[in-house]
């Protein structure tokens, strides 16, 4: 299925390669618009350019990896109102596996490449002592970072289940996450950080990795190992998104739509 | 181009239906304002971080302009409307546009009329919600002014007009492409990063900022009428932006009308 | 008074396809074959062929939304290309598949609309819209977004919409595709009701035969562009030879199948015991035959099948091909 959807999608070659450049663009714009805050200043949140700008593009490759895998979740609200839904339940295929991998979209690889190479221009900036640890850490922080995301997108989608014209609500958590993860925690208020950063783990997609990999003390005393919980948070949140999503299905199948 | 006496009581017959047609959208309006809320806490802690970071005022902004700026902005984001579905669009590539050439209206005229409705309703809602709740939780900078009230009024409206032909170009870039991707992407990035949606413009360069706001249409939507509202400057520095407005406002509509008889033209000469 | 007047009008069309990887062909098709019409105030008109014919081209080029790519053409006076906006004022259209109404409104607010937007006065708009609630039954769905509506109802609700302003000349471009059989009959009813006042011509295509039987006293057959017909269906019928046919089921087969004048037969199936006929009107009436028939055998099932348009269509384009003289208007 993917392979063919790839397929019909490479004939457009000339709306593939407007896509994959507009990919970039938002790559682009989601960095830009963290560093020009330093033109007017010069830390923010007690974080120098470097640091940030590190934050920014592993926050930035993870949200572009989780938009490409499950980005077309958002989709369901159109499904739904539209009926089609009802065609996806009766395929023999999970209706989340068919809504994601059905459309996969591979002008969006753009953004992720773009944000590849944000991180590592970020940490050749930054000096990032290179050791199989911190290697290790660089790799698995976005991985963990698309899953949060991921989980985020699939959650907020599944409350078209129940309430249809509530999709602009999505949005709130899934670029606003993006828009959190981008700056330190450290300028959000108690309130906002404990919802976004710790209750919806989004403080573990770049904030925590990044003190690690800088050899910096949390402004906020939190303890070392934070940053290796990434992986965990993942866990736990792509748990309760398949849990919120299996709740939606059944809860749509029972009563019609 | 017919806008006599009769057409304005058609025009004004069809900015009430749009009024009427968004105020049936209730769940989504104000699930799209809550959203607009939720981007004003976070916009607000950065700008906020930039300036506790820095100087009292930064770029020329003080604390309170910045908050006031922020969630105004959110304000303006339904009230002007920059991401809307491409119904235009739609109806070019299906072909249903044609019930609009059948109509002794100006399709732009007459899109222009329902989306001033539609604006008109906004105002109750998207416009007034996110700046309830950013006044209840920040400090906002009332105008010191009175002008600026009616400064404010004329910027809004301007600036709902520009937005509009923004996105009407867009949509009719249909009568061309078959893809709409490329404009749409292209409008998107462009509000946004261009428009002072994302941070204040002159955060930018000063001479980069200005080249932006008397080049492009795009600061006229949201930056421009947050400066007349925050009152950066004097009221003679109002004026100025007012009159930039209002000079795109006429370069937007005069582009719309001509795009759109283009557009016509193709679809009655080659079928469409 | 002539309302709709083309000479010669002509249109082409280039497609362009693919020829290898790189080249592309392009070949002109000629939708509308330079055709001539004359159409004259209070007629009801209908305007058919098969696919693909140039309906809809036509119907295009006299509305004005579609620009000629020879001839001349005119209706209300007015040349529909250039003149279209003042055109619109003096036309209703109603296309089948399209909707003039604003979507996500009540009905009731488009036809409010509609009256701002054509300038009509008060008095004559809401007489014109009791008449078609009165006649289309419209109060049912009033007050439901047009989004909501069935097809039937929509299709009245656009039916209304085009007669608000009172136009000359109504231009429906298949009206009844789709729709029930009640709202087929409600429109049906209210056109000839239109039609009778003789204040609106009525120019119609239309797929459906009970719709031309109905509804057109003229009819104006067009196939692969050209103009093949322009008279009354009897006229039509009669010209080409079309005939009923007469499927009888027997209940034992005949030893020898009966021949009758009038009547000729066209197939015989089922062992003998179905006899498919065509008949000759002129010759001998139906009744006639079924009693010669009863007479020899016993029927057990009898159908009777009007021509079909399409058959006249594709034997008048036969006919046509080997007859080098074109005959067009009756």
Redesign the interface.
Known sequence: MVAAQLRSQAQ?RT?FA??VV?SV??GV?DI??VL??F???????GFGFAEVFLMAALAVTAFAAADLAVGNVERLRVYVRSGLLDAVLVRPLGVLVQLTALDIAPRRVGRLVFGIAMVVIAVGHAHVRLTPHSLALLVITPVAGAAIFGAVFVATATVAFW?I?????A???TY?GL??TQ?PI????EA?RRLFAYAVGFAFVAYYPTLRLLDRADPLGGPVFLAYAGPLVAGVATAVAALLWRIGVRHYRSTGS | MAIGPRMIRAYLALAAAGFRRYATYRQATFAAAATNSVFGFLRCAVVFAVVDAGARIVAGYDRAQLATFVWVGQGLIGTVLIWAPPDFADRIRSGDVVTDLLRPVDPVWHLLAIDLGRAAHSMATRFVIPIAVGALFFRLQTPRRPGTYVFFALSLLMATIVCFGCRFLVNAAAYWLLDARGPHIAWTLASGFLGGLYFPLWFFPNAAAAALIVGTPFPSIIQLPLDVLVERGSPADQLVLLTIQASWVVIMLALCRFVQRRGEEKLVVQGG | MTLIEARGLRRDFAITSKAGWLRRRTRVVTAVDAIDLTIERGEMVGYIGPNGAGKSTTLKMLTGILSPSGGSVRVCGLEPVPQRTQLARQIGVLFGHRSQLWWDLPLAESFALLRHVYGVRESDHAARLARARRLLELDAFLDVPVRQLSLGQRMRGELTAALLHGPHVLFLDEPTIGLDIVSKQAVRAFLTTLGATGDTTIVLTTHDLADIERLCRRLIVIDQGRIVHDGSLEQLHARHGSRRRLVVDLDEPLAMPLALPGAIIESVQADGRRITYALDGNVTSTGEILRRLTEVAALRDISVLEPAIEDVIARLYLRRSSDPVHDAAV
């Open positions: 457009y709306s407007i896509d507009g663009l938002f714009l830009a618009s020009v805050l033109r007017v200043v010069p830390t923010l949140g309430w014209e509530s999709g602009e609500i949005n709130g958590l606003g828009n959190f700056h450290t300028i959000y208020g906002l």
